[in-house]
């Protein structure tokens, strides 16, 4: 597949997220720094995670209406503007960071928590970037418009 057709993101969101995760877990597990109650922090991790589902379902069930692609390597067939994307013009990848919020609580694992700042870091070049770089070329007013009025996160 020509990249031109594609955003050209770096790696699959949900891979970076894991890659950061395990990574966090890894570390918790060498040297633990305990933080907060448990029962609070796996309430919280649970109530996170559950939220997150929630909204990745939301997502997809309107793209997948849409007929476009969930996987951001595909070439994106149409401008998805309802559903959560009326909030975020990124849901999915909100719902992968509160999952992986709420399993680092829910871990207690403080290195997971720190190291999400790389994830996100590494996700807006990476891929966000990459993909609204993408769509303004592939739609444009139509995404420009669709920009100022929705938020890129929440």
């Known amino acids: 597949m020509d990249r031109q057709e594609t955003s050209g993101v770096i790696a699959p969101p949900p891979l970076i997220y894991l890659a950061g995760l395990v990574t966090g ?3 918790s597990a060498a040297a633990p720094i305990p933080f907060l109650p448990r029962g609070l922090v796996q309430a919280l991790g ?6 997150a589902v929630g909204v990745a379902f939301w ?11 969930v996987d951001p390597r595909d070439p994106t067939t149409a401008l998805v ?8 013009r990124n849901p999915l990848y909100v719902s992968l960071t ?8 829910a871990a207690r ?8 700042v790389v994830v996100l870091a590494v996700m ?14 592939k739609f444009g007013a139509d995404y420009t418009r669709y920009k100022e009025r929705v938020r890129r996160w929440i």
């Open 124 to 137: 807006q070049r990476g891929v966000i970037d990459r993909e609204e770089r993408y769509l303004e070329q």
């Open 46 to 51: 649970a109530i996170l995670i559950v939220t």
């Open 25 to 27: 877990l890894l570390l």
């Open 81 to 88: 503007t309802n559903g959560p994307f009326g909030f975020s």
């Open 59 to 69: 997502g997809i069930r309107e793209m997948r209406r849409a007929g476009t692609s």
């Open 109 to 116: 694992s403080l290195w997971a928590i720190a190291l999400l």
């Open 98 to 105: 509160l999952c992986y919020l709420g399993i680092a609580l």
